[in-house]
């Protein structure tokens, strides 16, 4: 179940990732995007199923887009990125921890 949960959380991310990368392409006048993932899971989505309800943000910004691509990458060509993403998923948990912790012991 975990493994399921862990799975959806990544692809959200995956999906919110390229959200805020086209986002930030239009906000600098980017009228041609090329987007470059190691979720093939998201591209295979892309590419076969593109009026699914989960792409409506990216479907909804590529029209402002000239051109907008999405390809796959190998994760092993891909480390830095995909290290820098595990390192962001643990710092937030740890703080999320951490919060936690704080919280129940100040109520005490």
Known sequence: MS????AK???NAELTAVV???KAALK???RQLQVYR??????QLWCEQRNDSRLSDIRRLA?????FSLHPIPRQHNQP???LAVAATRSATTVHHTDT???????N
Do not use: C, P, W
């Open 9 to 11: 959380e990544s692809f």
């Open 63 to 67: 029209a402002s887009l000239e051109r």
């Open 81 to 83: 990125a995909h290290r």
């Open 3 to 6: 493994q399921a949960i862990d």
């Open 101 to 107: 912790s704080y919280q129940s012991t100040r109520k």
């Open 28 to 30: 600098y006048d980017q």
């Open 20 to 22: 805020v990368i086209m």
């Open 38 to 43: 190691d979720n093939y899971g998201l591209i």
